[in-house]
């Protein structure tokens, strides 16, 4: 029994070896990997995300490339070409900054007291099945795409998904900044219901460009407008205003002065006051400069500037540099 113990704690060490300096991918070290949690990523002392994990999740966003037709926009994607295989390596990067992200929103959330049950998940997905058309359709389609089954699923898309949207949801309520931009805007409302002039209003509370001129926006179709702002900002009556208003950008009570039609196209004259608000992508990016995390890989590093993972390798930096600026709708590294 002590041999064999022996025996597989030099298996395990030699696998531990060939993953962490060499980035192994032979098919024992990867199959080994599937079972015996090596982490890629750790911090705090409890938190990691596995090599198995990271390495499912790429195979699966490989896959899902290699299922697709691109003909039809003019691409070709090849990843055991040279430039493919700096692509994939580029996806690999993205695809651990998206798992490290996942499990920081998870574990923040948790703090919060959210926690996701698995009965909302299974209502979530669903709901998706219904969006979808099917089961059958659905479950089909995340094999064939991606090697899933409704549980990868789950756990890889719908869980995370909806610890963010929880998240986001409990920050427009607690964060001070927000709390300070809602109850702006509440005061901002309170004096335009006690009879005083909006452009005043707006010049007094009002952030932003058109803040001086009384929040004068000039004249606007709906294609000009944050896609949230045009449904109710379309419902207010000509020389009423709205109630307040929630964009991703923060918060309005947008006034309809005019309207009008130009070839056939619907334009209001507006003015608004407008309370920027923290944007939930602004407070994550600070979090994440704010965490000590340590990357366990010859290719990878923590960037605690700037809050995600980066190569170490000069070479590969420069190809994806380059290929943000001169290939910006690159399908193979985006999706």
Do not use: C
């Given at each position: ?25 032979n ?15 750790e ?14 999740n790429?195979?699966?966003a ?27 390596a ?10 490290i ?5 998870e574990?923040?959330a ?8 698995s ?24 094999l ?26 409990n ?22 219901k ?105 290719d ?18 420069n ?17």
């Amino acid at each position: 029994m002590i041999g064999l113990a022996i025996l597989f704690a030099v298996y395990l060490a030699t696998i531990s070896i060939l993953i962490y300096a060499f980035n192994s991918d032979n098919k024992i070290v990867v199959k080994t990997a599937e079972y015996i949690p090596y982490p890629i990523a750790e911090w705090g002392g409890v938190n990691f995300i596995s090599i198995g994990k990271l390495k499912d999740n790429l195979n699966s966003a490989k896959m899902f490339y290699e299922n697709q037709d691109f003909s039809n926009l003019g691409i070709k994607i090849d990843f055991n070409s040279d430039d493919g295989k700096k692509k994939l390596a580029i996806k690999e990067k993205n695809v651990l900054n998206k798992l490290i992200e996942n499990k920081l929103i998870e574990n923040e959330a948790k703090k919060r007291g959210i926690v996701i049950s698995s009965t909302s998940i299974a209502q979530n997905v669903s709901q998706k099945m219904k969006e979808y058309g099917s089961e059958t359709f659905l479950k089909n389609n995340l094999l064939k795409l991606y090697g899933w089954n409704l549980s990868d699923f789950e756990e890889n898309i719908v869980k995370p998904d909806m610890y963010r949207s929880a998240l986001i949801a409990n920050l427009n309520e607690t964060d001070p900044e927000n709390v300070s931009a809602k109850n702006k805007i509440s005061a901002a409302l309170d004096e335009l219901k006690s009879g005083k002039d909006f452009e005043a209003v707006a010049k007094k509370y009002s952030e932003g460009e058109s803040a001086s001129s009384g929040g004068d926006l000039g004249w606007l179709s709906a294609k000009e407008m944050l896609y949230e702002m045009v449904s109710p900002v379309f419902a207010i009556k000509k020389g009423e205003y709205s109630d307040i208003i929630k964009s991703r950008l923060g918060y309005h009570i947008v006034k309809v002065e005019d309207q009008r039609s130009e070839n056939g196209i619907a334009e209001l004259k507006l003015r608004q006051i407008f309370i920027r608000t923290t944007s939930f992508s602004d407070w994550l990016s600070k979090y994440e400069k704010n965490m000590n995390i340590h990357i366990f890989s010859v290719d990878f590093y923590w960037n605690k500037n700037d809050g995600q993972v980066e190569f170490k390798n000069n070479d590969l930096k420069n190809f994806e540099d380059n290929l943000i600026k001169n290939s910006p709708g690159d399908i193979s590294v985006l999706l």
